[in-house]
């Protein structure tokens, strides 16, 4: 498979980079700034600099076309303000969306969050980041053109993956370490059965290849 990947130089994308690439499937990872380029190139990944916070949905479709699988693993990060959460977080996931459908790849996978909602309360950075993602899932569930799964985990560690989680609609909080994240998403991204709904994640005692295939259709 081919599976373009937003935020390529995320956390969570070299990791997922790294498993795809191993996995033999080609990974394309979108970066903002060219001297990303080395380290996702020793993931096994194709980078390609492309800024979605200035990339028109015509330049995004063009990277994407003949493309598998969409992943949106883009963020603002944890030092940008309330502004680039809104640019970031809910404004270039709907462009990627828009870019997947006019590419005509509908298998569409998003890096969300725990909590994330549309109508979160508060004044902090961190509610303006739960907004952003909350709206930017809620514009891509709403899609017919995309077979989209929302991908929900808790709290993120750098902590050893250990493959064991909780991927269910509602775990209730917890943490999760990136690497686990990362397992979680290259599996559903071959799981067409979890098209449809979104999932929290936490660590938790089954299996990554397990709990994709025990959520896959429900």
Same mark, same amino acid.
């Given at each position: 498979?081919?599976?373009?990947?937003?935020?390529?130089?995320?956390?969570?994308?070299?990791?997922?980079?790294?498993?795809?690439?191993?996995?033999?499937?080609?990974?394309?990872?979108?970066?903002?700034?060219?001297?990303?380029?080395?380290?996702?190139?020793?993931?096994?990944?194709?980078?390609?600099?492309?800024?979605?916070?200035?990339?028109?949905?015509?330049?995004?479709?063009?990277?994407? &076309?003949?493309? /598998? @699988?969409?992943?949106? #693993?883009? $963020? +603002?990060?944890? !030092?940008?303000?309330? %502004? =680039?959460?809104?640019?970031?977080?809910?404004?270039?996931?709907?462009?990627?969306?828009?870019a997947?459908?006019?590419?005509?790849?509908?298998?569409?996978?998003?890096?969300?969050?725990?909590?994330?909602d549309?109508?979160?309360?508060?004044? &902090?950075?961190? /509610? @303006?980041?739960?907004? #952003?993602? $909350? +709206?930017?899932? !809620?514009?891509?569930? %709403? =899609?017919?053109?995309?077979?989209?799964?929302?991908?929900?985990?808790?709290?993120?560690?750098?902590?050893?993956?250990?493959?064991?989680?909780?991927?269910?609609?509602?775990?209730?909080?917890?943490?999760?370490?990136?690497?686990?994240?990362?397992?979680?998403l290259?599996?559903?991204?071959?799981?067409? $059965?979890?098209a449809?709904?979104?999932?929290?994640?936490?660590?938790?005692?089954?299996?990554?290849?397990?709990?994709?295939?025990d959520?896959?259709?429900?």
């Amino acid at each position: 498979m081919r599976i373009v990947i937003a935020g390529g130089h995320g956390r969570i994308a070299l990791r997922l980079e790294r498993l795809l690439s191993a996995g033999g499937h080609e990974a394309v990872g979108l970066i903002r700034r060219p001297e990303q380029a080395e380290d996702l190139r020793a993931a096994g990944a194709e980078p390609v600099v492309l800024d979605l916070e200035s990339a028109s949905v015509e330049e995004v479709a063009a990277v994407l &076309e003949g493309a /598998d @699988a969409a992943v949106f #693993a883009a $963020g +603002a990060g944890p !030092d940008s303000g309330a %502004a =680039r959460k809104d640019t970031v977080d809910r404004g270039a996931a709907v462009l990627f969306a828009d870019a997947a459908e006019r590419a005509g790849v509908r298998r569409f996978v998003v890096v969300s969050s725990m909590g994330a909602d549309a109508d979160h309360p508060g004044d &902090e950075v961190f /509610d @303006a980041y739960l907004r #952003a993602k $909350g +709206a930017a899932d !809620d514009a891509v569930r %709403a =899609r017919t053109g995309l077979d989209w799964t929302v991908l929900r985990p808790g709290t993120l560690l750098d902590d050893a993956g250990t493959g064991l989680v909780r991927l269910e609609a509602r775990t209730g909080r917890g943490t999760v370490p990136r690497d686990d994240v990362a397992a979680v998403l290259a599996e559903l991204v071959e799981s067409p $059965g979890t098209a449809g709904l979104t999932l929290e994640l936490v660590t938790g005692p089954t299996p990554v290849t397990v709990a994709a295939k025990d959520v896959a259709g429900n």
